[in-house]
């Protein structure tokens, strides 16, 4: 992986799309909220048509809460992240075994750093 982020910037790491739950449960949840939300709109096509469009709107309105409601896990995950980083004193990653495993890229990053210092 390149530079994290410009990764992030350019939608390279979608934390919300690619970190969901891979647990039996978590699918079998999805599945049945799907049926269920299926199911519902089909019975509101049928039985109140003039329901469907109010219904539809709703459900686009829950979508959007629960982005909102993601971008906000997401941000508070890694302040939270970072705290501990700074509490735990964890700063591996500035020492030179830190960089070798993070790579070739991060050497160098620390190279053009010591030059702006001079």
């Not at 049945?32 to 709109?41: F, G, P, R």
Request: with cysteine.
């Amino acid at each position: 992986m390149g530079d994290v982020f410009s990764d992030l910037f350019f939608g390279k790491i979608i934390p919300c799309e690619q970190f969901t739950p891979k647990t039996k449960e978590y699918q079998e949840a999805c599945k049945k909220y799907n049926q269920a939300c299926n199911e519902l709109e089909t019975r509101i096509k049928k039985e109140a048509p003039s329901l469907a469009q109010p219904w539809q709107e709703a459900e686009a309105s829950h979508w959007t809460v629960i982005q909102m409601e993601q971008v906000a896990a997401f941000s508070a995950g890694f302040r939270l992240g970072v705290k501990l980083m700074e509490e735990t004193g964890e700063q591996e990653w500035a020492t030179e075994k830190g960089l070798k495993q993070v790579g070739k890229k991060a050497r160098q990053r620390k190279r053009r750093l010591r030059r702006v210092k001079r």
